[in-house]
């Protein structure tokens, strides 16, 4: 910005332009003024080429503190093994499942200060032979196997917490039937207004714990979550409700692989949780986007929205930056690839599978159009837009 300046714009006549012509002779006014655009370009270039810079930085630091924050975890780890080598009396054990958190708690701690001796001066006390030494440690390994075998167990039962069908409501008809009503209540109020949609999300919470091993209960949860997300301006708000509602989908997504609507939500709450994250968060979370609304599609293939939201993917994927580029190809062995007539096809699969779906999506046609040098088409698709009403944000 502060750059544009310096080059002098001459008048059309009289004194401005004998300035002008005066500071530069080799170059006229239409030379001067595409000189001022490509000037103007660079600026931006290097403006967003900082920003980028800033964020690679970020993601940088990031990753540099969980690597030092699990080494550091390891050593603790050692030298706790090695301060219970030294301990003179034999420890208690307990059969429960619950001393694993304690086992794992005790590393976080400080160092036990009351070891005094080394470990050297502690077998020349104790006289400890080798064949002890041995069973020890022995012992030691069998312990942190227990250990990992019981962490292992647990995350598998949290994984069996969501049954693999849906859970019966106790045989009693008036929850079939409340259920049904509450279904269709939250359908409607999804697609009322901001007041709608927050009450929508409120029932929905009330009737958690009655309902939350229903399948079609549990998506609707986490579009509510979705819904309060674009509803929220707070930013630490938008990344807790997108929070909340993938973790709601986050095992039921892999018990119920075959529900459209579970693939779709997880992936749409997805995108809205990675939208303010790194660059490497973004681009992974993209990847875990389009694989899940490929699967919703391959369910369900007659849905607009899912060609809608794929269109989207496509269009944002041909029009990465230079450094998200090479994000990608540094993560990704085939990275994924998309190009505008990609994103294209999709928008127009949303429009002949449901006229006036959408008035962005018929932007995005537009936008498409204009950037495949179809002027023409690209205004016809712009009237065509301004003819719906505008009932999102977007």
């Known amino acids: ?26 170059l006229g006014q239409a030379g001067q003024l595409e000189l001022l655009e490509r000037l103007d370009s660079v600026v931006r270039s290097i403006v967003e080429l900082r920003r980028e810079v800033e964020e690679l930085r970020n993601s940088l630091q990031h990753l540099a503190l969980e690597i030092v924050g699990e080494v550091r975890s390891h050593l603790e780890e050692r030298q706790r093994v090695s301060g219970r080598r030294r301990f003179p009396f034999p420890r ?4 429960s499942t619950g001393s694993s958190s304690i086992y794992f708690t005790a ?9 005094g001796e ?19 440690r022995e012992s030691e390994e069998e312990e942190d196997e227990a250990s990992c075998e019981t962490v292992r167990m647990v995350h598998q039962d949290s994984l069996d917490l969501v049954p693999e069908v849906e859970a019966p409501l106790s045989g009693d008809p008036s929850l079939e039937e409340g259920l049904e009503q509450l279904l269709q209540q939250a359908d409607r109020l999804h697609g009322g207004d901001e007041q709608d949609r927050r009450e929508g999300f409120q029932l929905l919470l009330n009737n958690k714990l009655a309902y939350t091993g229903q399948r079609e209960f549990l998506w609707r949860l986490a579009r509510a979550h979705s819904d309060m997300w674009e509803l929220t301006e707070d930013e630490e708000e938008k990344q807790s409700y997108a929070c909340e509602g993938k973790r709601e989908l986050e095992l039921a997504s892999q018990k119920w692989d075959q529900s459209a609507e579970c693939h779709q939500w997880f992936a749409i709450l997805c995108g809205q949780q990675a939208e303010h994250e790194s660059i490497p968060k973004r681009v992974q979370a993209g990847c875990v986007f389009k694989e899940h609304i490929d699967k919703a599609i391959q369910l369900k293939p ?28 540094a993560l990704f062995e085939t990275p994924p690839s998309a190009t505008v007539q990609d994103a294209l096809q999709n928008f127009l699969r949303v429009e002949e599978l449901s006229p006036g ?10 936008k498409c159009y204009r950037e495949l040098g179809n002027s023409s088409a690209a205004t016809l698709w712009m009237n065509l837009a301004s003819e719906l009403p505008g009932s999102t944000k977007e």
């Open 1 to 26: 910005a502060q750059a544009v300046p310096r080059v002098p714009v001459p008048a059309e006549g009289g004194h401005g332009a004998r300035h002008g012509a005066g500071h530069n002779p080799l």
């Open 357 to 366: 779906f959408s008035k962005a999506g018929r932007v995005y046609i537009a």
């Open 92 to 95: 208690e054990r307990s059969d």
């Open 118 to 136: 080394s470990e050297g001066g502690y077998t020349t006390a104790n006289a400890e032979s080798d064949y002890e030494r041995e069973s020890e």
């Open 302 to 329: 007659e849905d607009p929205q899912l060609y809608y939201l794929l269109g989207k993917w496509c269009y944002q994927v041909a029009h990465l930056g230079w450094l998200e580029k090479k994000t990608v190809s």
């Open 107 to 115: 590393s976080s701690g400080n160092a036990n200060t009351d070891d």
